[in-house]
């Protein structure tokens, strides 16, 4: 019947491979913010030649389809004598990846904040680290923080496609059980319910973070 | 007005900067003694703002030297130029206050950051600035919340924390409402009389007139006239800077302060 197939088959198996989203999904998108934090600065206040290597880096990566990414990370390296498990070759593609798109966000964010902040900090005597630690990139967060959301909200749902290098995910799961027992429909309308509440779930916790980090007035002067 | 010292806190030699193709300032000197309130005045556009960003080297000089209590600051050794910094204050025409930060953390945070106060001490120092500009019960209100008198207050709070030996006050109350203009130049009064050190670009007639030491009067990018606000501003003196400032007060009439 209908439901033992749902209740001891597919729940179980998404459920595994659920987990195994939230292995990708978690350092893929806190390492990749921090990536692109740190990418989005130095091409906005770096030295020249960091600059240009963020900007190349940047060009490439949102350049390129992540599954060619993840092929060469995957396929291509052994080539070069560097074996990657599944796990960390989608981990690493992921972060490269989403932390390109990361760093374009801080960037329009960084560039929105008024010249005359800097100014300050500097009349104060901070180092130009300094200010960018404690004033200008805090606010260029504030301002970035829906930018950055919305590409979290994406990765959650292009971690999909770690099943393509092996690395059996929620999708990955799914798809094995869809052709094991032809039954499609079921089985890939539960993965798209799956996907809707972590999405959902993230939205909220976003929303919740922006108000958290909520500052009267800032932003809208 | 106060006594100066004889020794130069802040000595400002030849001064020049181009930029985008136009000589802003050419070959601009002057000195500060302790105590002393001297005061830019010219029309906009003369380089009054540029000197001002230069001293503290925010717009590098293309020519010229700065020194403060005889040291040549260069501006390519940076530890130098931060101390430099931290002891020359800034105010900025439009306030510039750490939009996401409170009243007492936009004066709190260099305590802290730049000169290592523990969180404690730096947070007392900036309640008693901020009761020093009379905005002790703001402390907790964001950029926003706060008008612009206010805004220019916390500011000059800011800037009073770091123990500065000179201040540079780039047109402080022009972009304030007329009615909050007085606020901010009784706390700048206040300063002259406890003898802070300062140059100040400003249009405000009667406050140079009680206040000023000297009147620095600029245009096309050189001080073309200087002298005691006596000699330039008595009627029949017939000085450039005297016929500026009819102009002025025909335009204005200024809050009594």
């Excluded at chain 1, 070759?89 to 010249?115: D, K, M, N, P, W």
Aim: charged share 20%; hydrophobic share 45%.
């Amino acid at each position: 019947m209908e439901w033992d197939f749902i209740v001891k088959e597919l729940i179980p198996a998404l459920n595994r491979g659920v987990a195994n989203t939230f292995l990708l999904i978690i350092p893929s998108a806190s390492i990749g913010l921090c990536v692109g934090v740190l990418v989005g600065t130095v091409r906005t206040f770096g030295h020249p030649l960091l600059k240009r290597i963020g900007d190349g880096y940047a060009a490439l990566f949102r350049g390129t389809p992540l599954v060619i990414q993840l092929f060469v990370l995957y396929f291509g390296l052994p080539n070069l004598g560097i074996y990657l498990e599944p796990y960390v070759a989608a981990v690493v593609g992921f972060i490269l990846c989403t932390g390109a798109y990361q760093s374009e966000y801080v960037r329009g964010a960084l560039l929105s904040i008024r010249r005359g902040q800097m100014l300050a900090t500097q009349a104060l005597g901070f180092s130009t680290f300094q200010s960018l630690v404690w004033i200008i990139v805090p606010q260029a967060l504030r301002r970035a923080l829906p930018g950055c959301g919305n590409e979290i909200i994406y990765l959650i749902k292009y971690s999909s496609l770690a099943y393509i290098i092996t690395f059996i995910e929620l999708t990955g799961e799914g798809k094995i059980l869809a052709t094991r027992h032809f039954r499609f429909t079921e089985v890939f309308l539960s993965i798209g319910i799956y996907y809707l509440i972590m999405v959902t779930a993230a939205d909220f916790g976003l929303k919740k973070l922006e108000k958290k980090l909520y500052i009267p007035g800032f932003g809208r002067g | 007005m106060t006594n100066p010292e004889p020794r130069p806190v802040l000595q400002v030699r030849n001064i020049s900067k181009k930029l985008g193709g136009k000589q802003i300032l050419q070959g601009v000197s002057f000195e500060l003694r302790k105590r002393e309130l001297k005061v830019l005045i010219g029309p906009s556009g003369g380089g009054k703002s540029t000197l001002l960003q230069c001293i503290n080297f925010l717009i590098p000089p293309d020519e010229g030297e700065i020194f403060l209590k005889g040291q040549e600051i260069h501006i390519h050794r940076k530890r130098d130029l931060y101390a430099y910094r931290q002891k020359v204050g800034m105010i900025f025409q439009d306030f510039n206050l750490f939009d996401h930060l409170n009243a007492l953390d936009n004066v709190s945070i260099a305590l802290r950051k730049v000169k290592k106060m523990t969180k404690t001490a730096a947070r007392d120092r900036a309640v008693v600035e901020l009761e020093r500009v009379g905005i002790g019960d703001k402390a907790e209100l964001y950029p926003s919340q706060l008008s612009g008198g206010q805004k220019q207050r916390v500011s000059i709070a800011r800037a009073l924390a770091m123990d500065p030996e000179v201040m540079l006050l780039d047109e402080p109350t022009s972009a304030l409402d007329p009615e909050l203009i007085g606020e901010v130049l009784t706390v700048i009064r206040n300063l002259a009389q406890d003898g802070m050190t300062m140059i100040m670009a400003t249009h405000q007639i009667g406050f140079i007139r009680a206040l000023a030491d000297e009147i620095l009067f600029m245009q096309e990018g050189k001080i073309i006239e200087q002298g005691t606000p006596f000699d330039l501003l008595m009627p029949g003196k017939n000085s450039r800077t005297q016929a500026f400032c009819s102009k002025l007060q025909e335009l204005s009439e200024e809050p009594d302060i």
